[in-house]
DNA sequence: ATAAAGATAGTAATTGATTACTATCTTTAT
DNA sequence: ATAAAGATAGTAATCAATTACTATCTTTAT
């Protein structure tokens, strides 16, 4: 627990109220984070969140805009070390998990705003992260087809899609089980059928 | 637009209320249906819904009754006109899929349900329901290796894990791209790769 | 050098809107 | 006739947002 500070300067309190957003949503139902219980947890009183946010909204899209830079920055980093394109679809897989086990937080929080109907800003942000993120798995699919790793037949499209909706099962399965841990050991095993079904059998 | 039809006997009313909410699941945020919104799509007042359930959390509850009995119904049904193990799983998995798209507010309806902290009564329903949900992929995933159609090492509950992480994976980047339809179109292909990772290769 | 002026961060109290829920009266179907 | 279904008119609580005010730095003019 970090002791309350005051008298941040801006940027910096904005940067705590990110933190701090994605630290309650770990232990509640995002859509019932209040502006009071977040300055609460930094020790503030719940006007002085306005002073650095205009509203409840941009405070959620400050927080989703971090996620997104971030999500990508640990991906590519973990792609890079890998010494082929399906040992770097495995590091990505399991840098993406480990960042959700470090914020069980965040998915709750993009879930939630993927409920809003219609276009919103967040979903926005999200969608061009999902872009990106499918950008690069299918640069490192198309890699491990030349390579001779991959099935030269694969949907690169489809498989791109079962990764990233592997990871959205293994959280809702660990949100069902109120288990975070269980994504961990789940992890490795689901994507050894993944591996199974992308690879060259040649 | 079905006309509001009044005096309705009591279980018929409780039948189009959880209708009606998930109708209107389809539409928005779950989190935002409130009372007031339900009662007017059926053409009642606020107040007459009270004379039905005894506080919003009971309307939630039948609703995820109701989706967890016709689920398994219509995915049993899809099951046993297969003429294989295999062909089953596929059938459950379009099965599913048309569900989905045919009530699209119900997934919505769940997410919001298992983002709520700890256990609810709604979370436990959920939770039966996926636990009876992995018994018939078990199942069938035996039933498939001793016929020689699968692979006979495979990961059971992997298997059925990421079989149901798959639909949920679909469920979640349709509602990001705000297309249902789109479901229909990625549901053969992301099965494609995961009939390629569990079937026998021998 | 230093006092005045202004910027910055936060407080405390209030407001208006929303919403689940309730008590009591009225209508309708059998 | 009467019991069930619904209408009406509330209450109480919650919550985002606003506003007048204070304390503490920082800059600037003399």
Known sequence: MIPPVKHLPANERRAVTVETVIKLAAERNPSDITTAAI??????????????????????????????????????KAARAAPSPLAALEAMFMAHVNFIIEHPGIPRILFGELQHAGETIPKRIAQTLTHRYRERLHRLIERGKTNKELDANLDREAAAFLFIGMIQGLVMQSLLANDVGRILHDAPRVFAIFRQGIRNTQ
């Open 39 to 76: 300055a609460e947890r930094m020790g503030l009183t719940q006007g002085a969140v306005f002073r650095h946010f205009p509203n409840k909204d941009a405070i959620l899209q400050a927080v989703i805009e971090w996620v997104a830079e971030r999500l990508l920055f640990l991906v590519d």
